[in-house]
């Protein structure tokens, strides 16, 4: 699913679910002072930042020694010559893959981040931490030339993928619960956020059972919805409509906190998340992760029934493909923004007859690092570019009551690769110190995403959705190229 879906999914997302409402409300009834259920009100407990520091470090260096001395890789096999040729030589850009440089590296800097978030450390607090963890392993942890592309999707990548997952699950854990319903829900919970689980392992919090600040989520104050679902997506190849992949796929989709929320205005009280499996192996696991979160906001007075909302929005989002089966061998797309931030506004109209809903949300960002398919390049592992620029994401949601919704949205990047190879004999040149970004110029992507969801019951509905894409990339040195395809999925959506 498109980014640009993601952002207006909150406006459906908004409904919390029944079940723990109640919960959250027979609680506060039984309980009375509803400071004495939630664990973020629990007076014991306390910010660890040395322990959180002592966590980082750990990570590394466990990281290291399993890529040293179970998987033998020659990269991890460092001693003190290879760390100071690290430091006196500096930061390149490097060659890696792109699901390893544009989510792996994100997703390790959300463990070091997690590091300190499980540790009692804030949003702000918590930041220097995927920053100073990706700064260890790129200057001591590879005999490789530090990476400054790692570096940075690490680091802001880290922050919006470690919060996201701290806080998803927090809606998972009950310390009030027993035998399995227990273990399920430590299980899932450090699936999700595997330093948090560890540290309730460590701590006994895995285990122990409570009857005051025995939740992690407050419902009422922060609604959440979440929708799955699953079914069959058609892959074209080169943009034949007769020419491509079909395969099954799952997509997880979840809207957190209130979209005009002028009391919750920290961090990520509102974000929306939306990750893509394919079930195929012949394309990647991961196709799709695209995440927004709000670092700050604040409502803006229209008069009427209009609601108006302005923000700081921090964006992840990464697209990823394969070849098709038995076809033209070209990669269909492959774009990331990994590290970005910038401005939205969202408007929410008056309901006119049976358009229960109509939202319109733009957004504008800066982007710091991103990455689109290259024709040309293909060093190692890599075959893209790497660069900054910026995107705009418009989107427009139209939901009919009981009968369904239509949503469709646009995203355009702009990336620019400033830092070619020009002027280098690649045949003499080590790999590993070529040092660019890919082949200069400039690369622009527009992701158009149309989606229809049929209400068949309250909970179930019938999925449709199509994107389409198109690249046009500028070389400096080489021929421009343009490219489109399209994709297609048709599935049944169940909303929890």
């Known amino acids: 699913m498109a980014a640009t879906v993601i952002g207006c999914g909150a406006t459906y997302g908004e409904s919390q679910s029944q079940t723990m409402n109640a919960i959250d409300s027979m609680a506060k009834r039984y309980i009375g002072d509803t400071t004495h259920i939630y664990a973020y009100d629990n007076p014991e407990r306390k910010k660890r930042p040395w322990t959180a520091a002592a966590e980082t470090f750990g990570i590394n260096v466990f990281v290291q020694c399993f890529d040293r001395f179970v998987l033998d890789a020659d990269f991890a096999k460092i001693n003190f010559k290879t760390i100071k040729h690290n430091f006196q030589h500096g930061f390149v850009w490097d060659n890696d893959q792109f699901s390893t440089n544009l989510f792996a590296h994100p997703y390790h800097g959300g463990l070091y981040f997690n590091a300190a978030r499980s540790n009692g450390m804030t949003f702000w607090e918590s930041t220097p931490y995927a920053l100073c ?16 592309n790692d570096l940075i999707a690490t680091t802001m ?15 998972i854990l009950d310390d009030s619960k027993r035998g399995g319903a227990r273990f399920w829900r430590e299980f899932l919970g450090t699936v999700i956020c595997p330093i948090k689980g560890l540290n309730r392992i ?24 979440l929708e799955l679902s699953a079914g069959l997506r058609y892959l074209a190849d080169n943009n034949s409509l007769f020419r491509g992949e079909s395969n099954p796929y799952l997509n997880v989709a979840l809207s957190y906190g209130n979209t005009f929320g002028d009391e919750d205005n920290s961090p990520y009280d509102y974000f929306t998340a939306d990750v893509t499996f394919g079930m195929s192996s012949n394309q990647p696991l991961i196709s799709g992760v695209h995440l927004l979160g709000r670092l700050w906001g604040m409502p803006i007075e229209t008069g009427g029934e209009m609601k108006t909302e302005i923000g700081l929005f921090q964006h992840f989002n990464y697209y990823d493909s ?73 989107v427009t949601m139209m939901e009919f009551g009981k009968y369904g919704r239509f949503m469709v949205g646009a995203d355009y990047y702009r990336i620019y690769t400033w830092k070619g190879y020009e002027g280098k004999d690649l045949a003499t040149v080590d790999p590993l110190y070529l040092n660019a ?28 959705q199509s994107s389409y894409y198109v690249r046009k990339t500028h070389y400096a040195y080489y021929d421009d190229v343009r490219a489109h395809t399209f994709d297609a999925r048709i599935g049944l959506l169940w909303k929890i």
């Open 322 to 394: 394969q070849p098709v089966k038995d076809g033209s061998n070209l990669v269909p797309y492959r774009i990331s923004e990994a590290a970005s931030v910038g401005p939205g506004v969202i408007w929410r109209f008056p309901q006119i007859g049976n358009l229960t809903t109509l939202e319109q949300r733009i957004f504008i960002n800066a982007i710091l690092l991103g990455g689109s398919l290259s024709d040309y390049y293909n060093i190692i592992d890599r075959d893209y570019n790497m660069g900054s620029g910026y995107s705009a994401k418009v």
């Open 202 to 225: 460590i701590s006994g919090d895995a285990w122990r059972v409570r009857s005051t600040y025995y939740k992690y989520h407050d419902y009422d104050r922060l609604p959440v919805n």
């Open 157 to 171: 990548g880290g922050i919006c993928i470690g919060e996201i997952t701290h806080r998803v699950s927090d809606l």
């Open 437 to 464: 970004q890919g082949d200069k110029g400039d690369a622009m992507l527009l992701v158009i995403t149309p989606r229809l969801t049929l209400s068949l019951t309250d909970n179930l509905g019938l999925d449709i």
């Open 133 to 148: 963890g990706s700064l260890m392993w790129e200057t001591t942890c590879e005999i490789e030339p530090p990476a400054i």
